[in-house]
């Protein structure tokens, strides 16, 4: 339920923390004055904040968190207006001094908003102890971070996110920070609910598999999708408590829930897609192992997840199980060597982050934590309507039929229809269900003929199905059709 401000927003403390390190000169230095001044004016007046630039050294500007009034205001956008980019990036030290701030209390919103575009260069600069730091701090607060550019630790930004329960975001060379910022700003400044817990009560329903495993914090106007499995069947309550205006809240509904349902298919999509996104950043950040391959190539074939390294799982799973060739999934994308070539390298990229310290930053690392995290995001069916690079722009050259180059759009030919994944090769859609059932029988019908509206009548629910073209294989009581 969307979340209503009626006297319940929460006085927070938030923390701002900038690089200001030599790379931070030009414009990115003036960015993130504005984005931060933007944050100072859209403080609430019980909010308390900080301030902390950091290059070489940290330096805090209040040594603590500072009640929000004109005269600490003033003093802050002062502050702001006269950071100079100099010297090396001491991430350690400036994280460890913006926790040292935070209390351990539960009634206030604690956040952190950490902005680099760099790499640690002094003090500890091992990943690990950086985020050790973190784990070991008594602090509750979530922190938000913000890389600029290309030159920064992917790796690190995300596990610090993660490991706080805030989030990270990238901002690319020829995207503003002060606009990124400060849309992202509106979004937690007035926080509602805090530690917020779901559980299930009444009958034998259990909740499994949830995406996002844990319930964010609430905020004023807010949306928070959550997408799961369910065990059992019947009338269950769902129960929510949190912590609002300093007391703990709990909220009760009661659902019927079924056996099972065709309505709503795409919510088994949003699920899937934001699992496969969590699996994969699990192989970016810690390695690959058979059963998270297994499992990503399993959803993502099923409900037609198409991402760069989904496509390459599930053409290599293909060509180790040797599917027949007129089962298979992406025969155009895998007849396009040089296409086929670049989805295998961006999958052995992101793969390959967990063991190369040197491809946890730069153009291929920021991609790639961009395209896991539109997965893992609340938008999780961006992923249609924007394909990646990889999927987009390949160009398709047939000189013996006097064609012209032209761009292809593989991630197109994948269609979600009535809860199964139809794959186009050529003119047929190939109904992806078919590989998973040995030993089908096949049928070939010819479109519009008596016995393919014999066919509609008989499996009604084949009609979005045959509705996809003139060339359609599906399968329908056990015989795979093939409607030419």
């Known amino acids: 339920k969307e979340a209503q401000a009626d006297g319940h927003i929460l ?35 019980q909010d308390r904040f900080e301030l902390i630039r950091f290059s070489t050294e940290a330096e805090p500007f209040f040594n603590k968190l500072a009640p929000v009034n004109n005269e600490t205001l003033a003093e802050a956008s002062t502050f702001i ?82 490991k706080t329960g805030g989030k990270s975001r990238y901002v690319l060379p020829e995207e503003d920070l002060e606009i990124k910022l400060s849309n992202f700003y509106r979004k937690i400044s007035d926080p509602v609910m805090v530690n917020p817990f779901l559980s299930t009560s009444m009958g034998k329903i259990r ?30 309550e769902l129960v929510l408590t949190g912590t609002m205006a300093g ?79 007129e089962q298979r999934n992406f025969r155009e994308l895998a007849g396009d060597l040089a296409a086929a070539e670049e989805v295998q390298q961006s999958y052995q990229s992101m793969a390959g982050e967990a063991k190369d310290l040197n491809l946890r930053s730069g153009k291929a690392a920021v991609r790639n934590a961009q395209e896991v995290q539109g997965l893992k995001d609340e938008e999780s069916m961006a992923y249609r309507t924007r394909p990646s690079t990889s999927l987009r722009k ?34 047929v859609w190939n109904d992806s269900t078919a590989q998973g059932q040995s030993a089908l029988k096949t049928k070939e019908i010819s479109f519009s003929s008596k016995e393919y509206f014999a066919l509609l009548n008989r499996f009604t629910e084949a009609a979005a199905w045959l509705a996809l073209g003139r060339q359609v294989d599906v399968v329908l009581g056990g015989v795979l059709y093939q409607i030419r």
């Open 11 to 45: 006085a927070k403390d938030l923390t701002m923390i900038m690089d200001s390190s030599g790379s931070m000169a030009g414009k990115k230095m003036v960015q993130a004055r504005k984005a931060l001044t933007f944050c100072l004016d859209n403080l609430n007046e």
């Open 394 to 427: 390949q160009k398709v050259v047939d000189a013996s039929k006097g064609e012209r180059n032209r761009e292809r759009n593989y991630g197109s030919q994948v269609r979600m229809v009535q809860g199964r994944a139809f794959y186009q090769n050529g003119s």
């Open 247 to 325: 007391k703990e809240q709990v909220f009760r509904e009661t659902i019927q829930l079924p056996t099972q349902t065709a309505a709503n298919a795409f919510v088994g999509e949003m699920w899937a897609a934001r699992r496969v996104g969590m699996l994969l950043d699990q192989i970016r950040l810690n390695g690959e192992s058979a059963e998270l391959k297994d499992e990503i190539t399993r959803l993502a074939r099923k409900f037609g997840i198409v991402t760069p390294y989904t496509a390459w799982l599930i053409m290599e799973d293909e060509q180790v199980r040797r599917v027949p060739e």
């Open 207 to 236: 909740l499994t598999r949830m995406q996002p495993s844990a319930v964010p914090d609430i905020f004023n106007g807010d949306q928070v999708l959550l997408f799961g499995r369910y065990e059992g069947q019947g009338r269950a």
């Open 81 to 162: 207006g006269k950071i100079k980019p100099i010297g090396g990036t001491a991430i350690h030290e400036a994280l460890d001094k913006g926790l040292r701030l935070q209390e351990s209390g539960k009634t206030r919103p604690q956040m952190v908003l950490f902005i680099t575009d760099g790499l640690p260069t002094i003090g500890e600069t091992d990943e690990d102890k950086i985020v050790n730091l973190i784990a070991d701090s008594r602090s509750r607060a979530r922190i938000f971070t913000f890389g600029l550019g290309h030159d920064v630790n992917t790796h690190l930004l995300d596990r610090i996110a993660e």
